[in-house]
């Protein structure tokens, strides 16, 4: 007898699969409106997957599965899909905004009853999807490898990612642009541990020359290696502070084990002579390699390239064409403008004013002794944005305009120099460009990867811009790169939660810091709106004694935040908590 069973289609196709992040929570918060705010944003993704040449496949709730043509349309489709799901939320408050996550992926599937999808091809489009951060977009390596050269976007490769029920690895990116929800790292803030690359601390340099003043000099070499370091994307770095005692502890959220390494120093200066020692460890305490640099001054660069591209290879870590070109910034033709750079940058991290206006005058004296190198000049550009960020008295639009000048000529001196980039990011955030900010920081990105405190401060323009969902993920993906982070990178994260109404969450960031300093002002409208009025008065008085100057009236003009409502939100605990208008 003769069967009635349809044939089974097979085919090749790009698989588009989308889903509501938190859509169970959002439901049971408030039903009605998050299925008015569903059909909306479904709305606007049915409508602009058929405009790339798609057919929704398979819908169930708040997914969405789709096939293209071609794996080009389908990313264009994924990205302006987001870019107008991101416009509709902005209309939106906080706990109304719906964010997809988008997987996309190449391969066979099964063509079923009335067009449904099957197969593994499905399968793993899913999986991606999951992985994406709300707001974000995560590919294949099928996917990527054809489109990297053909769509304008930035990418960053997550390495082979463990996904959910799929028996080998998967190699996966996340996609960004500059208006595009930017994806941090899997949802969980994972990302060493799913990419399975080795984790390097590199801790302190010892100062063994005999004087306490030449620790800046420790400081500038150790803190220049990090910045190679960081431009190697096979590579995890950490930079413990000072104060961290038992450094094996240090890797516990950031990676397992097998994969956790150390890199120690010393550094011996007299007269223009220098010896550097390093030794890079197991967290187990097995030795690995160490080596002894006995260099006259002028070839201090030409040693920091070495020691930059002998630890990735002791470490069995292949550095890319454009990562070795790139290991360290342009060096200057006077070494006494790296000299002055230096102590620049080590007095600019002191609260006290005195010590930061040396730092401008060092600046500025890199900038005498070589108006070739860009470091000179970022080191300003840093100056003056900070000052406007730690709410000090300044002529805005004065300050703006002598960062931005120094900031951009720091970059035209050296575009592979991602802090250039970064200090633009900056600037751009606090003249109210948004899209150029965005821009900076993604070219600040693409060339430093895994760098913890660029992540961090990236959460921080986040935060202004109102993408708090995306804010906090980034800032805990900072947090767990760098276990013993800088006090600023709880600042970061706290203020995205703050401005959530998630007063409880931000105080518990928070009150990690050692020194507040200029994050009092947080600190006491936190505790404000939590009714802790003493302890809120506490907070203030501390920040008066850090910045006198301190008002909510020229606070709330600078702060760039975008949205009125979360501007509100900050004045109105700075107001509860007493401080000065």
């Not at 044939?7 to 008015?36: C, W």
């Not at 120690?264 to 002579?273: D, M, N, P, Q, Y």
């Not at 470490?315 to 033709?333: D, F, I």
């Not at 909510?552 to 939100?569: G, H, N, V």
């Amino acid at each position: 007898m003769p069967s009635t069973a349809q044939p089974i289609e097979r085919k090749l196709a790009a698989i588009f699969a989308a889903d509501v992040a938190g859509y169970s929570r959002l439901m049971g918060q408030d039903e009605v409106g998050t299925l008015r705010t569903l059909a909306s944003h479904r709305e606007i993704m049915d409508r602009l997957i058929a405009e790339h040449r798609g057919r929704i496949a398979n819908t169930a709730g708040d997914s969405v599965l789709a096939e293209f043509p071609s794996v080009v349309d389908a990313v264009r489709c994924a990205v302006e899909v987001q870019e107008r799901l991101g416009e509709a939320n902005s209309s939106l408050t906080q706990d109304h905004r719906l964010r997809f996550r988008i997987g996309i992926h190449l391969g066979d599937v099964v063509v079923v009853r009335q067009g449904d999808l099957l197969g593994e091809g499905v399968n793993v489009a899913a999986r991606l999807e999951s992985i994406a951060c709300p707001g974000g977009i995560t590919l294949s390596a099928a996917v990527y490898d054809q489109v990297r050269k053909t769509l304008p976007l930035v990418y960053t490769d997550l390495g082979p990612t463990s996904l959910k029920n799929l028996e080998e690895p998967v190699r996966a990116y996340a996609v960004r642009s500059p208006t595009l929800q930017v994806p941090s790292s899997p949802e969980s803030g994972s990302l060493p541990l799913q990419s399975k690359k080795p984790a390097l601390a590199v801790l302190p340099f010892t100062n063994l020359s005999g004087d306490v003043e030449q620790q800046y000099f420790a400081d500038g070499l150790r803190e220049d290696l990090i910045a190679a370091l960081v431009r190697v994307s096979g590579l995890v770095v950490l930079s413990p502070s000072s104060h961290l005692v038992n450094q094996s502890q240090s890797f516990g959220s950031v990676a397992s084990p097998k994969s956790a390494y150390l890199l120690a120093g010393t550094v011996r200066r007299s007269g223009i002579r220098v010896r550097v020692t390093a030794q890079l460890t197991h967290s187990t305490g097995e030795s690995l390699w160490a080596e002894k640099y006995d260099f006259g001054i002028d070839d201090l660069f030409a040693t920091q390239d070495k020691l930059a591209l002998s630890i990735p290879a002791a470490l069995k870590v292949k550095v890319e064409e454009h990562e070795r070109q790139y290991a360290l910034t342009k060096p200057p033709s006077n070494l006494a403008a790296y000299d002055f750079y230096l102590r620049g940058r080590h007095f600019e991290r002191s609260f006290d004013r005195r010590e930061r206006a040396r730092a401008r005058s060092m600046f500025l004296s890199a900038i005498e002794a070589d108006p070739r190198y860009a470091r000179g000049y970022l080191g300003l550009a840093w100056w003056e944005i900070r000052t406007l960020k730690w709410g000090e008295p300044t002529d805005r639009d004065a300050a703006l305009a002598c960062a931005l000048e120094a900031a951009l000529t720091a970059t035209a001196l050296d575009p592979s120099d991602a802090d250039c980039h970064w200090a633009l990011g900056l600037i751009y955030l606090w003249k109210r460009e948004p899209g150029r900010a965005m821009a900076s920081y993604e070219r600040a990105r693409s060339l430093s990867p895994s760098h913890p405190d660029l992540l961090s401060d990236m959460a921080d323009a986040l935060t202004y811009f109102g993408r708090l969902e995306e804010a906090i993920q980034l800032g805990q993906t900072a947090l767990a790169l760098n276990p013993n982070r800088p006090d600023w990178y709880m600042w970061n994260v706290a203020a995205a939660f703050y401005l959530s109404g998630n007063y409880e969450e931000a105080l518990r960031y928070l009150e990690q810091m050692a020194q507040p300093g200029p994050a009092y002002r947080l600190l006491a409208a936190t505790y404000a709106q939590l009714g802790r009025q003493e302890n809120a008065r506490q907070a203030a008085e501390e920040l008066l004694k850090v910045n006198p100057d301190f008002s909510i009236s020229r606070f709330a003009a600078q702060a760039p935040y975008t949205r009125k409502d979360e501007l509100a939100r900050y004045v109105s605990g700075l107001r509860l908590a007493g401080l000065p208008e």
